[in-house]
């Protein structure tokens, strides 16, 4: 923890900051993103939309320190986790952020509850977080029920459960302990329209609960309103597709 401190930099109100990013996927990759700027405040809420292959996903996974880009920094509350190594950026992430991916990433075979208490293994401060109320294990199911999960499904291998389901689970997961910036890649897309209502409704609800950032990214407009800031991707980041024309 005291290297991540000494990366620490003059303090700014940003949650997120990216400045001057340049990525490409590999040498002779047709994709390349540049992005100049891209601010979160303390507890920002962001919808982000735009087309398939555009490079939403690309952009959270820089956000999340999972890839690096080539030239720029993204600090998160004031860590610029390019200048990170591999095991503190890991470390930051378990702290900070809370991450429900696009394919979900849960653990086929662990529990319902296993997988939301799965982020507690690698970070203290969220172990911690969890347990102001009572155990985290009590912590784990009150988000559960909370997000329609009743009792009975909770000791269940979480590959029984249907994809909305999953997806419920994989937010538990992404919330439990008070991340600081929870990133969700379309999150809503396997949801019928009432469960998708209650998932927003949660989600809005535990990320407001500790004044958390938001960034999610939805093809579904109807839930752009609900957000503080409306991005489409094209107006914040310019990607060349060499050799398509
Ligand atoms: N793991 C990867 N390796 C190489 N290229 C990738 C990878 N993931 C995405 N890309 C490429 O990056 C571009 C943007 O993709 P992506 O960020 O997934 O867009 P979106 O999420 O907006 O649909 C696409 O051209 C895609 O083929
Ligand atoms: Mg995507």
Known sequence: MSEIKLAQHNQSSFLLA???????????????????????????????????????STLLSLICGIIRPDRGSICIDDIDIVKLGAGQVDRLRADKLGVIFQQFNLLPY??????????L?????RRKQASVSGT???????LLQRLGISTDLHEQKVAQLSIGQQQRVAVGRAIIGDPQLVIADEPTSALDHDS??????????????????????????????????????????????????
């Open 121 to 125: 293994q690698f970070s203290e401060r």
């Open 196 to 245: 998708r209502d209650q998932f927003l409704t949660l989600l809005f609800e535990e990320t407001a609960r500790v004044n958390a950032g938001l960034i999610l990214v939805s093809h579904d407009r109807s839930l752009a309103s609900d957000f503080d800031r409306q991005l489409d991707i094209r107006e914040i980041v310019r990607t060349a597709v060499i050799g398509a024309q």
């Open 136 to 142: 985290p294990r009590e912590e784990a199911r009150r």
């Open 18 to 56: 990216l400045e001057k990013i340049q990525f490409c996927w590999s040498k002779n990759a047709s994709f390349i993103l540049s992005l100049d700027s891209l601010r979160l405040g303390v507890g920002e809420k962001v919808f982000l939309e735009g087309p398939s292959g555009s490079g939403k």
């Open 110 to 119: 662990g529990s319902v509850i296993q997988n939301v208490l799965l982020p």
